[in-house]
């Protein structure tokens, strides 16, 4: 399975931007999606995650409220809707889906088998 992030970009504190996770090689219904990221000199930290039928999320504390995770299952595709972004939310941002179906993975990085590239985002202030 490949994974591609994309919509990263640069915008001023306040603004939105919408991430997307395209999948290849196996149709993301029934597999859950998690968004981690990482900033400069940090480590990679749990971003969101959604189960298969998209009914299911979690976010991590630092962005409860202003983004929003969601799926599109019949284009394999999950969405990170992020609002009022902070300059604390500059990081390159990754895509992951666990190994096994219907799994329900949390924070950790060990649940995730499959990771995109990231795809960049930075917010002035």
């Known amino acids: 399975v490949q994974l591609q992030a994309s919509g990263g970009g640069l915008v001023q504190a306040g603004g939105s931007l919408r991430l997307s996770c395209l999948a290849s090689g196996r149709t993301l219904r029934t597999y859950a999606v998690g968004w981690f990221r990482q900033a400069p000199g940090k480590e990679r930290e749990f971003v969101a995650r959604?189960?298969?039928?998209?009914?299911?999320?979690y976010y991590a504390d630092s962005v409860k409220g202003r983004f929003t995770i969601s799926t599109d299952n019949a284009k394999s595709t999950v969405y990170l809707q992020m609002n009022s972004l902070k300059p604390e939310d500059t990081a390159v941002y990754y895509c992951?889906?666990?190994?096994?179906?219907?799994?329900?993975?949390?924070?950790?990085?060990?649940?995730?088998?499959?990771w995109g590239q990231g795809t960049q985002v930075t917010v002035s202030s």
């Open positions: 992951a889906t666990p190994a096994d179906r219907y799994r329900t993975p949390g924070m950790l990085e060990d649940e995730y088998a499959f």
């Open positions: 959604v189960t298969w039928t998209g009914s299911n999320t």
